[in-house]
C-alpha cells in the first residue's frame, strides 16, 4: 500500500501497552472498542491522532577492500532528516505530507577491474611518501595464453609473473550532494473502506523524479478481512552531470546521442518511467495472530542505467591471440542495462501476540523476481517487546539474498582491437589531413607519408593524423554492467528500536542497524564477487508530537477532544515576539512543555562587496586573498537551517531549552574575469556541479530565568550553549590530482567550539499593542575548534513593535543591527583556497535589518493551539569585513504548540 | 528480454502461482471468527503491521539504494536516483 513515511504511527498510551495480560473482559471490551477503527489499518492510512515527526538519520559505509592500494578515501556516508506531519481536515479525511533531505559524501565504486591491471586504485605519493590511490580507469593488463591475468603488485604495480584472478573496484570520491523529496497525501476513511491518494517530487542536480499514487482498502467480514490495493507512476529525469576527471577516459559512444555540453560540463540526459501495482489482504486469522500478505508488479522502461558506473572491457587485438603472453587493452565503458525491466514481488507477514510476554512476534518473507534474473528472498524477523513505563524495546534480524543479474559480469573481454590503425590494400597505414579528411595519406609515420599519387608530404606540415577505427560495438553484449548490486549476493543484519513515550504527546524513538554483505552469503551458489564486501551501519533519532494528546486516551472516557482545547486554549494569553527572534518567550506554568520547528533561511548573492561598496573583480583578485591572489568568487550561496525547539518548565520562574539543528547550504562560483587560473584543484568547482554541504548542526540548549513579571512587562534572561556537535572538517573531493583540502569556513555546519550564547529581553504589552526589545550574543569559549580556526563572537540588539491585526493574528516590524567578528586563526590542514571565502578576514562585519513579520495562533477548531511564525529579514545597510557576497534577506518561519 | 530471461521469468511465475495458493489455502482454513470484544490483543501497538513506521522507511531507503530488489515503498514512489 502506498506509505507516507512515517505520517502516522499509532502513537499509543503507555496505558494500552502496559495492559496486562489479566485483562478483565471489560477492559479488552473498552480497549478494543476504542480502537477497533485503527485495527488493521495499515501505515498510510488515515487513523489515530495528528501527529508530527522529526527524525535523524547517519549511515555510514565500512571502507572497501582494494587489496593493499592504499585507501585514503572516506567512506560513503549520508545525513538524512525527515520531517512530517498529518493532519485531520474532518472527522474522517486526513491530510499529511512528508520532507526528506539527505547529504551524501564518500568514495564510491566507478568501476572494477581485475586487480592485475597497472591501473585501477593507482596509488600517489606526496614527497615520496605514499599517501592514496587515483582511479585510473583505462590501462593494461598481462594476460597469459588462457587470458588469465598476471598479477602487479598493488602498489608499484610491476608484474609478479603469477596469475592473479581477483577483482578489485575502482574507487572515486565525491564532494558532499544533496537530496530533497517532498510528499503528500490525502486519505478518507469510511466504515468499512478507506481511499487515498498521494504525490511528491525528489530533486537532486543530476536526478528529478515526480511520483503520484491512490490506493484503497475494502474490510469484510466485520473487519476481520481487509483487501488492500494501489497503484503508482513515477517519472524521472536523469541529467547525470560527468564527472570531469573521469570522464576524459571514460567511452560514452554509445550515448553520443544523449549528451550535451552545457556550462564546461558533459550531461548525459535520459528519462525513466516506473508503473507499479500492488494488491494485498490482511486477515486477522486468531485473537493473537494476523497475516498480511501482498503481490506487488513494476514496469521499468528508459534510461535504466547508472551513468556513473563503467564497465572495464579488456580489447585484445585478435593478431596477439596465439602469443605466450597478451597485452590486453583495459577501457571504461558506461554501462548498458536493458531498456525495459519487470518485476513481481510477494510479500507476506505473519504477526503473533506472545501471551506470557505481552510481546509480538512479527516474521516476514518477500520473493521477487525479474525479467532480469534478478530473483530475491528476503526474511525478517522482529521481537516487539512494551517493558513498561511507555519503553518498547524491538530487536530484529533480516536476512537478504539475490541472484545476479543475467548481464552482471566483473569486467568483459573483447576479442577486438579498442582502436585500429587503417591500411590500404597495399597494407600502408591510412592518415588525413587535420582539417580535411577527405584528404589521405600513406606511410608508417609521419615522417615518410605519401599522397594519392605517390608524391612525398610533409607530414608535420599537413598535420596528419592516423585514421584509426574504433572497436565494433555489434561484438559487445548488448548488456552489461558491472555495478556490484547487480552480483549476486547475500546480506545479513540485524538491529534494535528503542522507543520511549514521555508522556504529554511526546515520544523518542531510536534505532541502529549493522549491515553486512557477503557474496559467500547467496543462497546456492556463492556470488563470486567477494571483492564487492561492505558493510554499513545507520542510527537514528527520532521525536514524535502528538498534537491532539488526550484524544487517544484508552481508559481516560469521555471528552478527551474537548479536554485538550480546553486545555490548550487556556494558555495563550501571552503575544510572542517576531519569528526571528530566538530565545523570546517563556512557559508560565510548571510542568508545561512545548515543541516547536524553526526554518531558517539566509539567502545571499549578486555583488561581491567589500567594505559598504560594491568590489570589481579586479580588486578582488588583488586584495581578497590575502598574499596570493583570488581566481574564483562566489555567485551565491543558501544556507538553511532546520531546529527543533523543545521546551519545559520545570518552575514558573526557570525553563529549560534543548534545540538539536540540521543545517545544509549550497553555493556556486565563477571564474574571476581576469583571474590567473591555477588549474590545480580549482576545475571541481565550476561548470554544472557547484557544491553543497549538509548535515547536523551545532545543538544549543538554554535555561531562561524570569526576571520580571508584571502585568504588561515581561524581562527574561537566557543563559545559554552550544554544543559543537556539526562538522567543521568537511572536505572538498580531489579532482585533477590534486586534494580539494576543506571546504570554505562558510559552507562548514558549525562553529567547531562550545560556544556562550546569553540573551536578554523585555517585552511588553498593552491591548493589541506589543513590542519588545533583545540583546543577545555569541561568545567562542575556546581559542579553536580542531580545524584551527574560530568564528568571531556575535552582539546583536533588535526592537520590535506588533500589532493584532485581529485576535489571532499579529503584524510586526522590527529593527536589527548585528555586529560580527571577522574569523580568528586559520584553518590547519590544507584547503584549495581559490577565493575570497576561503580567507578569515572576509568574515563578519556589522549589518543594519528591518523585519517584518506575522504571527498566527490559530484560535479553536480542530488545530487550536497550534502557532505559526513568519519574518522576512530585509538588509538595509551592511559593512562588510574584507570581500564577501551580498545580502539578499533571511526568512524565519517557526510552528510551535504547547501541551 | 533475452530468452533465458523469459524463461526464467515463467519458471519464476510458475513459484509465484504456488506461493499464492498457498496463502489462499492458509488463509481459508486459518480464519476463525474472533469477536469484538475478543480483539484486545490485536489491537495493541505492538501489533501494528508496521510498529515502527520511521524505521522502516529508512530501511527500506538503504536497503533499495544497496540491493536490487523492487523498492520496498512498493507503489509509494520517489528515492531519487541512489547513484552512489
Known amino acids: 500500500m502506498p506509505q507516507r513515511p512515517g505520517s502516522d504511527h499509532q502513537f499509543k498510551d503507555p496505558e494500552v501497552q502496559s495492559v496486562k495480560p489479566r485483562n478483565t473482559t471489560l477492559q479488552a471490551l473498552t480497549s478494543a472498542a476504542l480502537v477497533l477503527p485503527g485495527l488493521l489499518i495499515t501505515p498510510g492510512h488515515a487513523a489515530g491522532t495528528d501527529r508530527i515527526n522529526f527524525q535523524y538519520s547517519r549511515y555510514q559505509e565500512g571502507e572497501r577492500n582494494l587489496y593493499g592500494a592504499p585507501n585514503n578515501l572516506k567512506p560513503i556516508s549520508a545525513d538524512v532528516l525527515h520531517g512530517s506531519g498529518i493532519f485531520s481536515l474532518t472527522d474522517r479525511t486526513k491530510i499529511s505530507f512528508g520532507y526528506t533531505q539527505d547529504t551524501w559524501s564518500g568514495a564510491t565504486p566507478v568501476t572494477t577491474t581485475p586487480l592485475a591491471t597497472n591501473g585501477g586504485n593507482r596509488p600517489y605519493t606526496v614527497n615520496g611518501v605514499v599517501v592514496g590511490a587515483s582511479p585510473i580507469l583505462n590501462s593494461t593488463i598481462l594476460l597469459d595464453r588462457d587470458l588469465n591475468p598476471i598479477g602487479t603488485d598493488p602498489l608499484t604495480k610491476q608484474s609478479t609473473g603469477v596469475v592473479d584472478t581477483r577483482s578489485v573496484l575502482v574507487m572515486s570520491s565525491a564532494s558532499p550532494e544533496t537530496r530533497r523529496q517532498a510528499n503528500f497525501g490525502l486519505s478518507h476513511e469510511r466504515n468499512e473502506s478507506a481511499v487515498n491518494v498521494g504525490g511528491g517530487f525528489s530533486r537532486e542536480r543530476d536526478y528529478q523524479s515526480s511520483f503520484g499514487n491512490m490506493g484503497g482498502r475494502l474490510d469484510f467480514n466485520q473487519k476481520l478481512t481487509s483487501v488492500k490495493f494501489g497503484g503508482g507512476y513515477t517519472h524521472s529525469q536523469v541529467g547525470a552531470i560527468l564527472d570531469g576527471d573521469s570522464s576524459p577516459y571514460i567511452t560514452k559512444t554509445a550515448y553520443t546521442q544523449q549528451i550535451v555540453n552545457r556550462g564546461g560540463s558533459e550531461i548525459l540526459r535520459g528519462n525513466r518511467q516506473d508503473w507499479i501495482a500492488n494488491v494485498g489482504i490482511t486477515q486477522v486469522l486468531s485473537k493473537n495472530a494476523l497475516i498480511d500478505a501482498n503481490i506487488g508488479y513494476t514496469h521499468s522502461n528508459g534510461f535504466l542505467e547508472n551513468p556513473y558506473k563503467a564497465m572495464s572491457v579488456i580489447f585484445i587485438d585478435p593478431a596477439n591471440l596465439n602469443k605466450s603472453s597478451i597485452t590486453g587493452d583495459v577501457r571504461a565503458l558506461i554501462e548498458q542495462r536493458p531498456n525495459i525491466r519487470n518485476q513481481v514481488a510477494l510479500n507476506a507477514k505473519y504477526i503473533h501476540y506472545i501471551n506470557p510476554f505481552n510481546a509480538a512476534l512479527h516474521l516476514g518473507y518477500r520473493l521477487s523476481v525479474d525479467d532480469w534474473g534478478v530473483n530475491t528472498h528476503t526474511f525478517d524477523a522482529s521481537w516487539v517487546q512494551p517493558v513498561g513505563s511507555g519503553w518498547t524495546l524491538t530487536p530484529r534480524i533480516r536476512y537478504y539474498s539475490q541472484d545476479s543479474a543475467s548481464f552482471y559480469q566483473p569486467y568483459l573481454f573483447s576479442q577486438q582491437a579498442f582502436r585500429r590503425q587503417e591500411t590500404d590494400s597495399l597494407g600502408r597505414q591510412i592518415w588525413f589531413h587535420e582539417k580535411n579528411p577527405a584528404i589521405q595519406y600513406f606511410g608508417i609515420d609521419q615522417f615518410n607519408l605519401v599522397d594519392q599519387n605517390g608524391n612525398p608530404v610533409d607530414g608535420f606540415q599537413v598535420n596528419a593524423q592516423p585514421k584509426t577505427t574504433s572497436f565494433d560495438a555489434g561484438k559487445l553484449p548488448d548488456n552489461f554492467s558491472s555495478d556490484h548490486r547487480l552480483a549476486g549476493f547475500g546480506a545479513l543484519s540485524g538491529g534494535v528500536v528503542l522507543s520511549k513515550i514521555l508522556g504529554k504527546g511526546v515520544a523518542l524513538e531510536t534505532g541502529f542497524e549493522y549491515y553486512t554483505r557477503a557474496s559467500s552469503m547467496q543462497i546456492g551458489n556463492g556470488g563470486n564477487n567477494s571483492f564487492a564486501d561492505f558493510d554499513y551501519y545507520v542510527a537514528n533519532a527520532a521525536v514524535r508530537f502528538d498534537i491532539e494528546p488526550t484524544t487517544s486516551l484508552p481508559m481516560g472516557g469521555s471528552g478527551g477532544s474537548s479536554e485538550s482545547h480546553r486545555h490548550a486554549s487556556s494558555h495563550y494569553h501571552h503575544k510572542i515576539p517576531p519569528a526571528g527572534i530566538m530565545f523570546g518567550h517563556m512557559l508560565d506554568k510548571p510542568g508545561d512543555f512545548m515543541a516547536g520547528y524553526r526554518f531558517m533561511y539566509n539567502w545571499t548573492g549578486g555583488n561581491m562587496m567589500h567594505g559598504t561598496h560594491k568590489a570589481s573583480d579586479q580588486a578582488i583578485i588583488d586584495q581578497g586573498c590575502g598574499n596570493g591572489s583570488c581566481q574564483f568568487t562566489p555567485t551565491f550561496m543558501d544556507m538553511r537551517m532546520h531546529m527543533v525547539d523543545l521546551m519545559y518548565a520545570p518552575t514558573k520562574w526557570f525553563n529549560v531549552m534543548l534545540m538539536p539543528t540540521f543545517m545544509d547550504m549550497d553555493m556556486n562560483l565563477r571564474q574571476l574575469a581576469g583571474a590567473k587560473i591555477d588549474t590545480s584543484g580549482a576545475h571541481g568547482h565550476h561548470g554544472a556541479a557547484g557544491h553543497e554541504t549538509g548535515a547536523i548542526g551545532d545543538t544549543y540548549f538554554s535555561s531562561l530565568i524570569k526576571l520580571l513579571n508584571v502585568p504588561g512587562h515581561r524581562v527574561h534572561a537566557n543563559l545559554g550553549f552550544s554544543a559543537p556537535t556539526g562538522k567543521v572538517d568537511i572536505e572538498v573531493r580531489r579532482t585533477h590530482k590534486e586534494d580539494g583540502g576543506l571546504i570554505h569556513f562558510g559552507m562548514q555546519l558549525g562553529s567547531g567550539t562550545w560556544d556562550f550564547t546569553p540573551s536578554l529581553t523585555y517585552f511588553g504589552e498593552k491591548s493589541r499593542w506589543s513590542w519588545g526589545t533583545q540583546l543577545s550574543g555569541v561568545k567562542r569559549m575556546e581559542d579553536q575548534n580542531k580545524s584551527g580556526y574560530r568564528l568571531g563572537d556575535l552582539f546583536q540588539a533588535t526592537t520590535w513593535g506588533g500589532y493584532d491585526l485581529t485576535h489571532w493574528l499579529t503584524a510586526s516590524v522590527r529593527g536589527v543591527y548585528t555586529w560580527q567578528d571577522a574569523i580568528q586563526r586559520d584553518f590547519n590542514k590544507f584547503s584549495a583556497r581559490i577565493g575570497p571565502m576561503d580567507f578569515p578576514a572576509n568574515y563578519g562585519g556589522q549589518f543594519w535589518d528591518i523585519g517584518l513579520g506575522l504571527n498566527a495562533r490559530i484560535p479553536g477548531g480542530r488545530f487550536a493551539g497550534n502557532r505559526f511564525g513568519f519574518e522576512w529579514i530585509q538588509p538595509v545597510k551592511s559593512d562588510f569585513n574584507g570581500f564577501q557576497l551580498d545580502r539578499h534577506g533571511a526568512l524565519s518561519a517557526t510552528w510551535s504548540y504547547r501541551f | ?84
Open chain 2, 1 to 84: 528480454m533475452t530468452a533465458t530471461g523469459l524463461i526464467g521469468m515463467k519458471k519464476n511465475q510458475h513459484v509465484v502461482v504456488k506461493l499464492i495458493l498457498l496463502v489462499c489455502i492458509g488463509l481459508s482454513i486459518g480464519c476463525v471468527h474472533v469477536n469484538a470484544w475478543e480483539r484486545g490483543n490485536l489491537a495493541k501497538s505492538q501489533m501494528e503491521l508496521d510498529p515502527h513506521p520511521l524505521q522502516s522507511e529508512i530501511q527500506s531507503h538503504n536497503y533499495s539504494s544497496r540491493e536490487a530488489a523492487p523498492s520496498h515503498k512498493s507503489s509509494a514512489g520517489g528515492g531519487g536516483c541512489g547513484c552512489y
